[in-house]
């Protein structure tokens, strides 16, 4: 399967891209680096270049594993930490949709990803999203993965245009800025009151940092619209839990 991994340029090229993608990207590029916006680390890696890009259409997803893949290669390759951050766009729908209708695509995204790695699950990261140190993994890559879209009416700051966009951001750019850290707590702390200010909400209930016990980091994937703390289970099922439970 071919890979669909771009820069910044390749995305804005109409002869490279479908014409929805370039808009769509025009749109992300404008909030992105607007000087108020809250979050200076994508601000800074999206004025650098730091990164990349990919979409999908409505009915077929069949590129993205390979452009993951292809994506997880750069810090293979790199000497230096470069955080690289990957956004997925997803073909708009007609007509806008409701939160919960782009929450349930995004996790059948990470499902259908899931289902198709053949790389083993590192032992080292629990299966189950209940348990406080799961973390998505794909291709032997733990990422952290948030979604975006129209439908955010309060919380503007996942508001990045009419496409559905996963953020896709390698555990390991986190270096340095683990939550326990000094230098992780101030960077999280600026971030969360330039996005309550842009947000005019209080901190989702259910952000928190990696590693804190009473935290489930698939909760901080794809927050709510408001102020209230997320129930139910995760929409994720690992393989193996999907097999104990035949």
């Keep these: 399967m071919n890979s669909l991994l771009l820069t910044k340029e390749e995305m804005s090229n109409p002869n490279l891209v479908p014409e929805w993608v370039a808009r769509e990207y025009k749109k992300f590029n404008k909030i992105v680096t607007n000087k108020t916006f809250p979050c200076t680390f994508g601000m800074a890696g999206e004025k650098k270049g730091e990164l990349r890009y990919s979409y999908i259409s409505q009915d077929d997803w069949s590129t993205l594993p390979a452009t993951l893949e292809e994506f997880i290669s750069l810090f293979d390759s790199s000497k230096q930490l470069i955080r690289h951050g990957f956004f997925l766009f997803v073909e708009p729908e007609q007509e806008e949709k409701s939160l919960e209708y782009y929450r349930q695509y995004f996790w059948r995204i990470l499902q259908y990803l899931h289902e198709v790695d053949e790389k083993p699950w590192p032992e080292d990261y629990p299966i189950d999203p209940d348990h406080h140190l799961w973390n998505f993994v794909f291709a032997g890559e733990p990422f952290f993965i948030f979604g975006n879209t129209p439908a955010y009416k309060q919380r503007k700051t996942r508001d990045l245009g009419n496409s559905l966009i996963l953020g896709f951001q390698p555990r390991r750019i986190f270096e340095g800025l683990e939550g326990t850290s000094k230098g992780g707590i101030m960077s999280r702390e600026k971030v969360r009151a330039r996005v309550e200010k842009w947000d005019k909400l209080p901190k989702h209930p259910n952000i928190s940092h990696y590693g804190d016990p009473e935290h489930r980091e698939w909760k901080q994937y ?25």
């Design 222 to 246: 794809f927050i709510g619209d408001d102020a209230k703390p997320i129930e139910g289970e995760c929409p994720f099922k690992h393989k193996e839990m999907k097999k104990t439970c035949l």
